[in-house]
């Protein structure tokens, strides 16, 4: 599909494999209230039912891949296994699970860009991360000093690919928290993206989002440029 354009599994695969294999320590049993989620990982965008969903198969057959953390202060940061984290916690809530339930994680050393990079990796990759996350991961990325053409090396996509998920970067906010709801289409998003004026983006975005133009990507382009 459009979607998955410039993405090669065939090269991300083995880096997430060489990345993780390279400093893991012997997987431990950790308490699950020493664990959190690292702001480094990079999906943001789970829904409430998914994660519960999570729970209920984790209680049933429990754990059935590790978790992969960083060590942070007294605790560790999850960055690969946010998912299973999530549901870990709604377990404990519902009283399922005790508060110090040992959870199997691989710990590492990494500094934060490839901490993001991992996780990135895992869940583009493998999980097919939204929009709006892959967005921040890549938006991320470039704050950390990384350029167009390293980051598309780095993951197996192409600078075009990139390039076009961070010009939606740029989108209105409320534009973009719609796309992050999947309440516009990735065409939609693209449309809004033609200028990086915000006021324009919300002038038609205020004008359209409760009418029938409001997924109407040509309607929108066509009032975006005029």
Same mark, same amino acid.
Do not use: C
């Given at each position: 599909? !459009?979607?998955? #354009?410039?993405? =090669?599994?065939?090269? =991300?695969?083995?880096?997430?494999?060489?990345?993780?294999?390279?400093? &893991?320590?012997?997987?431990?049993?950790?308490?699950?209230?020493? &664990?959190?989620?690292?702001?480094?990982?990079? %999906?943001?965008?789970?829904?409430?039912?998914?994660?519960?969903? /999570?729970?209920?198969?984790?209680?049933?057959?429990?754990?059935?891949?590790? &978790?992969?953390?960083? *060590? !942070?202060?007294?605790?560790?940061?999850?960055?690969?296994?946010?998912?299973?984290?999530?549901?870990?916690?709604?377990?404990?809530? %519902?009283?399922?699970?005790?508060?110090?339930? *040992?959870? *199997?994680?691989?710990?590492?050393?990494?500094?934060? +860009? +490839?901490?993001?990079?991992?996780?990135?990796?895992?869940?583009? $990759? %493998?999980?097919?991360?939204?929009?709006?996350?892959? $967005?921040?991961?890549?938006? /991320?990325?470039?704050? #950390? =000093?990384?350029?167009?053409?390293?980051?598309?090396?780095? /993951?197996?996509?192409?600078?075009?690919?990139?390039? =076009?998920?961070?010009?939606?970067?740029?989108?209105?906010? *409320?534009? /973009?928290?719609?796309? +992050?709801?999947? +309440?516009?289409?990735?065409?939609?998003?693209?449309?809004?993206?033609?200028?990086?004026?915000?006021?324009?983006?919300?002038?038609?975005?205020?004008?359209?989002?409760?009418?029938?133009?409001?997924?109407?990507?040509?309607?929108?382009? %066509?009032?975006?440029?005029?």
């Amino acid at each position: 599909s !459009s979607d998955r #354009e410039g993405r =090669g599994a065939e090269v =991300g695969e083995p880096k997430l494999t060489s990345l993780i294999t390279r400093r &893991l320590s012997m997987i431990q049993m950790i308490p699950l209230n020493k &664990l959190s989620l690292s702001p480094n990982n990079v %999906r943001k965008t789970d829904t409430d039912q998914l994660i519960a969903e /999570f729970a209920d198969n984790i209680e049933t057959r429990g754990i059935l891949q590790n &978790l992969v953390a960083v *060590p !942070s202060g007294k605790g560790y940061d999850v960055i690969v296994g946010g998912r299973r984290l999530r549901a870990l916690n709604l377990l404990k809530d %519902r009283k399922a699970i005790k508060a110090n339930h *040992p959870v *199997p994680v691989a710990v590492m050393e990494a500094a934060s +860009e +490839e901490q993001a990079e991992i996780s990135l990796i895992e869940n583009v $990759i %493998r999980q097919q991360m939204t929009v709006a996350d892959e $967005i921040r991961a890549y938006k /991320f990325f470039i704050n #950390e =000093g990384s350029d167009l053409d390293a980051i598309a090396k780095r /993951f197996g996509r192409t600078r075009r690919a990139v390039e =076009g998920r961070l010009r939606l970067a740029d989108l209105a906010e *409320p534009i /973009f928290a719609a796309l +992050e709801r999947n +309440e516009i289409t990735l065409d939609v998003a693209k449309a809004y993206a033609t200028t990086s004026n915000h006021d324009r983006q919300t002038l038609v975005w205020d004008q359209v989002h409760d009418s029938w133009q409001g997924n109407n990507a040509d309607a929108i382009r %066509r009032m975006i440029t005029t």
